[in-house]
């Protein structure tokens, strides 16, 4: 029998999603799930059943403390692509960075609505998203696609100058967007890379390599310093 289930799947398009995500804990499990948090540039919206609670995980910049999982408890959540989450929780993503934030602080009693929503659905994701739907009344940040762009083979300080943007603009837009400067975005969006590659497969000086950094141990660096463990223990 399954005892820790996650399960990803597609997201409507529209809405700046990158997936819908379940997690779910067998109530048969001896211990509870502990999840390594490690910087992904992502926001999520989680709806914790058991705790009939909708929480936000803002944008982190190093390790968050683990996240733990009790047994019987389930999560469902929508995960927002790195820059797309503040028109529809109605902050800056710097007002939330590195920290975890009941919905009714961004949404007031609308969220305790959608939280009974969700407890009455067969499909608790449906709900969510329509209320995220709803919420949407602005497009994201127009610089959002093409800054992410422009880091993955741009330095940082070449890149205002290719958007058109003086440097101060740069990191004021970068911090409503993705909740801190285009420095640690392009740490974040590289050392992403890096994992991608590496459970893959690749060999980590080859990684290394195809992502930008100097060498093994510039990436062992980062690695170490972003998600606080080294990569091979956390592969």
């Known amino acids: 029998m399954e005892v820790t289930s996650y399960r990803e799947s ?9 997936c819908l995500w379940s997690h779910e804990q067998s109530g048969s499990a001896r211990a509870p799930h502990v999840q390594q948090v490690v910087p992904d ?3 999520d919206l989680i709806w914790w059943k058991d705790r009939a609670e909708l929480m936000v995980a803002g944008p982190d910049t190093g390790p968050s403390p683990p996240g733990r999982l ?3 408890e389930r999560l469902v959540a929508v995960r927002f692509r790195p820059g797309t989450a503040p028109p529809a929780l109605g902050v800056p993503a710097d007002a939330i960075r590195d920290v ?5 602080e961004l ?8 939280a009974e929503a969700m407890a009455a659905s067969s499909d608790p994701h449906t709900p969510l998203v ?4 709803a919420r949407t009344s602005a497009a994201p940040d127009p610089l959002v696609p093409a800054l992410v762009a422009a880091l993955e083979s741009h330095p940082v300080r070449e890149v205002a100058g290719t958007l058109g943007l003086s440097e101060r603009q740069l990191r ?5 967007a993705f909740g801190y400067g285009p420095k640690t975005l392009q740490r974040v969006l590289r050392f992403q890379r890096a994992l991608r590659l590496a459970r893959a497969g690749e060999p980590l000086a080859d990684v290394a390599y195809a992502v930008g950094y100097a060498d093994q141990a510039h990436m062992a660096n980062e690695v170490r310093d972003l998600a606080g463990t080294p990569i091979r223990a956390l592969l």
Do not use: K, S
Not at 130 to 133: E, F, Q, S, T
């Open 41 to 43: 540039g992502c926001i």
């Open 100 to 104: 975890r934030v009941p919905l009714r």
């Open 107 to 114: 949404w007031g009693t609308e969220a305790d609505r959608l």
């Open 10 to 18: 597609p997201a409507p398009p529209g809405l700046g999603f990158a």
């Open 130 to 133: 329509d209320a995220v739907r």
């Open 172 to 176: 004021r837009r970068a911090h409503a």
């Open 70 to 72: 009790e047994p019987g």
